[in-house]
């Protein structure tokens, strides 16, 4: 059917169906700003402005737009130039992946056109429909309210940053924020000055994310692409009698059609992990058994998605379902089901009880301490499933190129994985294979996996075309990664003063149908439940369990979070036993700098190398809990008035903390790579393999460089992850990116930076050869100078010609944990159930935070994710393993217009080992949020919750059951 | 696979009721329930944007909502009572709330949707144009017999005056409900309760037969759960109802 569409200004005359949305018909049209998230509109990743009003898009008919005037972020702005509502974005930091930035700009535009003054309450609604998963929605307000200003023609202030005074030492130069943006640090007498790095430069890939450019997988045109759709196993156990591909092999435009009995079975681990893959390899591209509801089946390539659609309703697929087991209790009980009965098992501990891995840790004789303690408290939690849920679901395009090597453009946090995992599934050497990683709408670890790449790459060496395969939301719920459920025992001795003598950590944990992550995921588990505390002697236990779930694997704190929750209200109630304030506990038996971390050598991956014991370099632990404790008002836990209000009889008040203590990185194993080279201005091409996922790497990647090269970041250009170009990096995880990464760069930048001064030194007849670089330029000892431009044109022209050029790489002998303090502030009803979270205030030592902008957004979004962890997601089953809730909805993420108020404070330590002092952010922000919550519900009620996530039912069970 | 073949836009009323008369042919109202993804899509649509059934209308004590007013409409319109504004911002976020109509939204017939419970609290009634004629019936009789495909429900009147409350238990501050109680208390003192989440609709009720609910359960709330939910909050609606009169 013909409709008239007036898109940001221009009548078209657009040829569409009856049945396509505007979503779809708009990126017909090359407005790729507007993005899918889920079929069901609530994402708002394709809000466009109609008639002036924000809608989805995905949940509009295109016909029904017939007649009426479109506006996308395309209309918004020409080129290399921004609206004042996208500057306002890129100034406050309010951009992590960019993928729905485009919506929240158009979401501002309507309502700062309808109310130019608009107050938070209302700038909170205007964003409701837009999901954010990455910055916990702080900032997009805060852009809101700076661009309402600027267009009511008020001046606005530079984004600086926040200079708080030091609370347990001393320094001056306290420094009020300057915008509501600017992050608040805590400075560190230690940490010099410098020029680009510690400041909050402006994201190096902004433009293009705040404009809506095209950037992410799906933003090509391929000619005579195919998509692929997969038939997904709807048992949670069963084996694959017979499957009858013939008549959808007979559907009219379906190209391909691909299952266990013509696709070659290599076995294979999906995590996407360092060379040799953790055994056991327990997967294969298609099985002739499926072990969750969920698994694959068969994957189809047709000429469009419907047909595609069709065709996998048309194979005729025999199950023989197998009884199932969902509990990881229960799966490793006598007479379970057994979940991996096939050959080629090698590598799992005992397939026949469901074990996939056992591991264990000691650290002197636990039991003997605990025999000798004063005091012994056992406590067993249990930790839920969730998702990590990035707005932008797995997508993946693969296509021959001109050489007819093969391209893989996928939105993945391990490029260089891919490439060598999905060889050999292809049957492809490795240098026949390119990898491109564009830009990425979150990954949070769903996207540390060879997921789908290996279905793209079959279908398109079966047909010969470009073949496309995107995720639906409920396939991404439950086909893609999730958190590992665990039943976790803490059993821990004191003596008569309060000190940990012993603790040993017993933990049960559920990888689902496969093992993926299943091993290094439970290793930080037990790392992290048994590092933030110093006791004499520590013992680790972890069974690692099949179960017929949808997979476990990397979620952003990998396996942290699960023990956090675990210590830390273990920590609490152990407190609250001896009557300690439970701050002092803490105190007593934290790690400080100097003490080792005993229990690392034990759980590193490969052998146990116990010749080498990491101690901590660095911690600001008792200023981030003196920075947290005054953000909170913690001594309000002592008012009576305010603990239960008199005038809400059913409310009760409480306030809670939690330790947290992560790594930096795997130690040994993470690897980093980085090039950068001169251009004939002085700007410089800086490639490395690191993926930035929205994180921010890319920019503060270019202050490294720029820091050593003194240079502004706008002279570098960062070009990221496509495994042709750019050196190796094993990829966005483990808290490694600005560690490892920054640190390679830092190295390649001091390449080039000696090779720029040593021919400075000759231009400017400096005879001593010291030649300092900044602004520009390459300066004498006397006060000359030459610019960079002129050396790159003097080196690449001139005289003794060559290319100024660093490489380098980098990986590390130790992991500097950053500490954090979590306090939460929460409401109760009492005769609900319903928890209310009132304030989140996380205090950071990140050592130096290279952008205190992007590290603040980056603990502000993992805070809300992690609140989700613990107050409201939870992936539901019906006894036959179904996922009940695979949609936003009945799922449920925050919302911007339900934010308990957030504080952040990035508390400075110098951190030696790390680039200009810089330690991980990226992840402890995911650990503390569950533990401060219930901590913070024991305080107010009594109630001690032995398991997340704190929904209204289960608080008032515990609630009915403590009283 | 099933979807959508035809897309009809019709101007008047009776082009509509001739076009819904094919089967599988189903109006459209804002299309945020339609077009995401239903059980069974129909094989053709008709979008009642055409027909001028828009207008929000103040009438003495009456105020007719027309049935493609949006629910962003009602939440901008003076007159709209409190009870209405506040569920219809709960209903949805911006984004949806800016498309989804009120006759939609009562001909989905949401079994959680809060709005409806607000409708029904204010005894809202539903005018309903069919190839016979209009007819009135009220917005409870809609629910519990559902609307007939080939009918076309063209506005929602509800009175003004009295007091309304509501009180509600969820995961999170925006979440949907595990259980809302709205409540109406007339001039007169009548007082109207209505929740959502203890039966397959929102449904009237009092706070002497809750035993007699059967909600169905799901994760987040027992049958048993969401009755005691249905006490406290109906307890509490009560209470703000006859308080301060």
Redesign the interface.
Known sequence: MNITLVINGDSRLLDCAPHESLMTVLRGEGFFSVRFGSETGETGAAAVLVDGRLVSSDIMLAAQADGHTVETVEGLAPRMSMHPIQEAFVATGAIQSGYSTPAMVLAAKELIETNPDPSEDEIRDALSGILDRETGYLRPVIAVQRAAAALRGETVDEVTTEIVAPLTYDMDGARDGSSAASPKVVPNPEVPEMNVVGKPELKVDALKLVKGNPAFVDDIEMRQMLFAKVLYSPHAHARIVAIDDSKARALRGVKAVLHHQNVARVRYASGGQSYPNPLPYDQVSFDDKVRFVGDRVAAVAAETIEIATEALGLIDVEYEVLPAVFDENEAIAEGAPIIHDEDGMDGAHDPSRNIVHQITADVGDVDAAIAKAHRTFEQTFRVHQVQPAPIEPHIAIAYFDSDERMVIRTSTQVPFHVRRMVAPLLDLPLKQIRVIKPRIGGGFGAKQEMLIEDIVGHLAMATGRPVRLELTREEEFVSSRTRHPQTITFRTGVDIAGHLVGQDMKVVANTGAYGTHGLTVQLVSGLRGLSSYQALSKRYRCDVAYTNLPVPGAYRGYGAPQALFALESHMEDIAHELGIDSLEFRRMNWTTEGDPIDVAAHLSEGEADTSFVPVVTSSGIVECVAQGERSIGWHRRLDPDWRQPPDRPHIRRGLGFAMCMHGTAIPGLDMGAASIKINDDGSFNLLVGATDLGTGADTILAQIAAEVLGIPISDILVYAADTDMTPFDTGAYASSTTYISGMAVKRAAEEAARQIRARAAVMLDESTGAIELRDRQAWSTDGRSVTLGEIALSTLHQAQQHQIMGVASYVSPESPPPYAAQFAEIEVDIETGQVTVKALVMAVDCGVAINPVTAAGQVEGGMVQALGYGHCEEMAYDPDGRMVNAQFGPYWIYRSDEMPRIDTFLVQTMEKSGPFGAKAIAEIPKDGVAPAIRNAIADATGARLDAIPFTPQRVWHSLQSSS | ?A?????H?PTTLQEALDLLARPGTVP?G???VL???PDD?PE??V?L?ALELDAISLDGAMLTLGAMATL?DLVDHDATPVLLRDLA?RE????????ATIGGTVAAAGSESGFLAGLLASSAVVAITQADGTKEVALSDLLADRLNAASIITSVRVGLGGKAAFEF????????P?VLVAGTRSEEGTVVLVATGVAPEPVVFDLDQVDALEPPP?????AD?RR??AT??GGRVVARLEAAS
């Open positions: 696979m979807m959508i073949r035809a897309y836009r459209l804002g299309g945020t077009n995401g993804l899509p053709e649509v979008d944007q962003r911002r949805a976020p911006n984004t949806i709330r800016n498309a238990t969820a995961r999170t501050p925006a979440d949907i595990i799901d994760f987040r709330g027992s759960y005691h939910l406290v909050l």
